[in-house]
């Protein structure tokens, strides 16, 4: 009874013991701290061995003390140690009698009933109350939930779920805000901020200076500080291209499994920043002229005279200007 009693105990407390660790060391909203700092694993077990060690030596203790007693005396805390036994086992039995209200076998003859069907007879004992306090929560649950959703007009599923689903994309975009590496060619926005352009510079420097020279102008690879581009400009394309490398056979690699998507960000904004910088040992164009559809226009002056309307656009991404003449 002893063993299983510390068999018990033990169990109990490398639950809470676990419980414990998890709680205070999983920052919030992060996976389990067991998952992510594995030697933990290792300070559990030994918190549970030093209590089984503990539960060992009281035993152990305990065993050597009731040998240390005289007969008599052994006799009598063995008597006691039965009747808290006997005790714990009253309780349970008249616990389990209350739940279920059952009649023993003895008192059967109080609750038979006349029926009678080839030798089988019928007993009528009560419902456990068990069941029956379950009964009555549930109307009492239904008459709550009647009142609140059909007499005071609260939120019914549908609303819970879109009220969900909106606190999840506000919870979605402010984790985004700090996750700069879930960001792809899909979503990636230009850098403008000084410390990206600083970081994208060096990344540059390291990385991309013996194919684009210092600077951007090129030599084994294209100039970036032009209008025209191989694979596309613009910020989504020139990410793309250092993601996922440049044409087959005589591009350059994909950068993806050495940098990190917000450094790729970064560098592929850096490099948007040399634009029309113009180095003086800068390589001839390649590639087609790059116009940027969604770019803003910066100013638009427009001039008519009798003959014809002249428009005149400046943005951000063509160095000479766009004339479209209507006549």
Same mark, same amino acid.
């Given at each position: 009874?002893?063993?299983?009693?510390?068999l018990?105990?033990?169990?109990?407390?490398?639950?809470?013991?676990?419980?414990f660790?998890?709680?205070?060391?999983?920052?919030?909203?992060?996976?389990?701290?067991?998952?992510?700092?594995?030697?933990?694993?290792?300070?559990?077990?030994?918190?549970?061995?030093m209590?089984?060690?503990?539960?060992?030596?009281?035993?152990?203790?305990?065993?050597?003390?009731? *040998?240390?007693?005289?007969?008599?005396?052994?006799?009598?805390?063995q008597?006691?140690?039965?009747?808290?036994?006997?005790?714990?086992?009253?309780?349970l039995?008249?616990?389990?009698?209350?739940?279920?209200?059952?009649?023993?076998?003895?008192?059967?003859?109080?609750?038979i009933?006349?029926?009678?069907?080839?030798?089988?007879?019928?007993?009528?004992?009560?419902?456990?109350?068990?069941?029956?306090?379950?009964?009555?929560?549930?109307?009492?649950?239904?008459a709550?939930?009647?009142?609140?959703?059909?007499?005071?007009?609260?939120?019914?599923q549908?609303?819970?779920?879109?009220?969900?689903?909106?606190?999840? *994309?506000?919870?979605i975009?402010?984790?985004?805000?700090?996750?700069?590496?879930?960001?792809d060619?899909?979503?990636v926005?230009?850098?403008?901020?000084?410390?990206?352009?600083?970081?994208?510079?060096?990344?540059?420097?390291?990385?991309?200076?013996?194919?684009?020279?210092?600077?951007?102008?090129?030599g084994?690879?294209?100039?970036?500080?032009?209008?025209?581009?191989i694979?596309?400009?613009g910020?989504?394309?020139?990410?793309?291209?250092?993601s996922e490398?440049?044409?087959?056979?005589?591009?350059?690699?994909?950068? *993806?499994?050495?940098? *990190?998507?917000?450094e790729?960000?970064?560098?592929?904004?850096?490099?948007?920043?040399?634009?029309?910088?113009?180095?003086?040992?800068?390589?001839?164009?390649?590639?087609?002229?790059w116009?940027?559809?969604?770019a803003?226009?910066?100013?638009?002056?427009?001039?008519?005279?009798?003959?014809?309307?002249?428009?005149?656009?400046?943005?951000?991404?063509?160095?000479?200007?766009?004339?479209q003449?209507?006549?």
């Amino acid at each position: 009874m002893r063993s299983i009693a510390s068999l018990i105990r033990i169990l109990v407390f490398a639950g809470f013991a676990y419980l414990f660790l998890n709680y205070v060391g999983t920052p919030e909203d992060e996976a389990s701290v067991f998952t992510t700092q594995n030697w933990l694993w290792a300070i559990y077990a030994v918190l549970v061995f030093m209590y089984i060690a503990f539960e060992i030596c009281i035993e152990s203790l305990r065993a050597v003390l009731f *040998k240390t007693l005289k007969p008599e005396a052994q006799a009598q805390y063995q008597a006691e140690v039965a009747a808290k036994k006997e005790q714990r086992t009253a309780w349970l039995k008249g616990l389990y009698a209350k739940l279920t209200r059952v009649k023993a076998i003895e008192e059967e003859d109080e609750i038979i009933l006349d029926h009678n069907y080839d030798g089988i007879k019928e007993l009528d004992n009560n419902l456990p109350p068990w069941w029956v306090y379950g009964f009555y929560a549930t109307i009492l649950f239904a008459a709550i939930y009647l009142i609140r959703f059909e007499v005071l007009g609260g939120d019914n599923q549908i609303d819970e779920y879109e009220q969900a689903v909106a606190q999840a *994309k506000i919870e979605i975009e402010e984790y985004k805000k700090t996750a700069k590496d879930l960001v792809d060619e899909n979503t990636v926005e230009l850098l403008t901020d000084a410390s990206d352009i600083k970081a994208g510079e060096n990344i540059f420097s390291g990385n991309c200076v013996a194919c684009h020279k210092a600077g951007g102008g090129g030599g084994i690879g294209p100039n970036l500080t032009d209008d025209y581009w191989i694979l596309g400009g613009g910020i989504k394309n020139v990410f793309h291209t250092i993601s996922e490398g440049g044409r087959a056979g005589k591009g350059m690699i994909a950068w *993806k499994t050495d940098l *990190k998507p917000s450094e790729i960000a970064q560098v592929a904004s850096y490099v948007l920043s040399l634009h029309g910088t113009n180095p003086s040992d800068a390589k001839e164009p390649q590639g087609d002229l790059w116009v940027d559809e969604n770019a803003p226009i910066e100013e638009a002056q427009v001039t008519q005279d009798s003959t014809q309307i002249e428009v005149l656009l400046e943005t951000e991404t063509v160095t000479g200007d766009i004339i479209q003449t209507k006549e």
